[in-house]
């Protein structure tokens, strides 16, 4: 099994409030990506990581910032929660170690209220 | 850019039957394609997948995808379901030149003793 951990699995918030989530790896994996899941969207990609402070967009974006100092953490913040916001995040790795063979390894998600 | 879309947002067959489950695929080149599997409170695992080497994949747990380029069609199925089977599914397409998946909405796949 791909080492990914989430923190924290659940939390509440208000809105307006700052949250940040983490993804650790420990297998030192290249691609690291957060989506989110909300019923009757599936699952939509938010920002995703091929290395060390390279970071791009995803198709949902816009709220969410990310942070990737280490090759084994990803960090998604939202700086300012909102109630659209509430959701099941979930952080996955990629195995490639050259190309991108598109299997992805996800964590056990991080449900976000937002009140 | 590369899509899915999924046919039914549930399905609901009697154990022992029968599982097939829609996917369709909009890409302007060869896609590569992916099936994987929720289980309740669970993260998404790989199922199976689709790069281009034999039209007929088979995955774990007795199911497989057929790609039809003629249909545009990836569909899932899964001879004899099992009350194990009970998941939601999810078809995702690999975006060309890019290092991601995108994926559809989903079909939860309900089974009845």
């Known amino acids: 099994d791909a080492g990914i951990t989430q923190s924290p699995r659940h939390k509440v918030t208000e809105t307006g409030t700052p949250v940040t989530l983490r993804c650790h790896q420990t297998e030192n994996h290249r691609y690291m990506y957060w989506y989110r899941q909300d019923p009757g969207h599936g699952l939509r990609l938010i920002h995703y990581s091929y290395g060390v402070k390279d970071t791009d967009k995803g198709e949902v974006s816009d709220g969410y910032s990310v942070s990737r100092s280490k090759t084994e953490d990803f960090l998604l913040t939202l700086e300012s929660a909102t109630s659209s916001q509430t959701s099941v995040y979930f952080c996955?790795?990629?195995?490639?170690?050259?190309?991108?063979?598109?299997?992805?390894?996800f964590g056990e998600g991080s449900r976000l209220t937002v009140l | 850019a590369q899509s899915v879309t999924q046919l039914g947002s549930h399905v609901s067959v009697s154990e022992g039957a029968l599982v097939l489950l829609r996917c369709n695929y909009s890409s302007s080149v060869p896609p590569y394609l992916f099936w994987y599997v929720q289980y309740p409170n669970q993260g998404l695992q790989l199922l199976l997948k689709y790069t281009s080497a034999a039209t007929l994949v088979k995955g774990i747990n007795g199911f497989e995808a057929e790609f039809k380029k003629s249909e545009t069609s990836f569909h899932l199925t899964k001879p004899s379901a099992h009350m194990s089977d009970a998941a939601e599914y999810f078809c995702?397409?690999?975006?060309?030149?890019?290092?991601?998946?995108?994926f559809g909405t989903g079909t939860r796949l309900l089974v009845s003793p």
């Open positions: 996955a790795i990629s195995e490639s170690h050259g190309d991108f063979t598109g299997e992805l390894f």
């Open positions: 995702a397409v690999r975006n060309t030149g890019f290092q991601k998946l995108v």
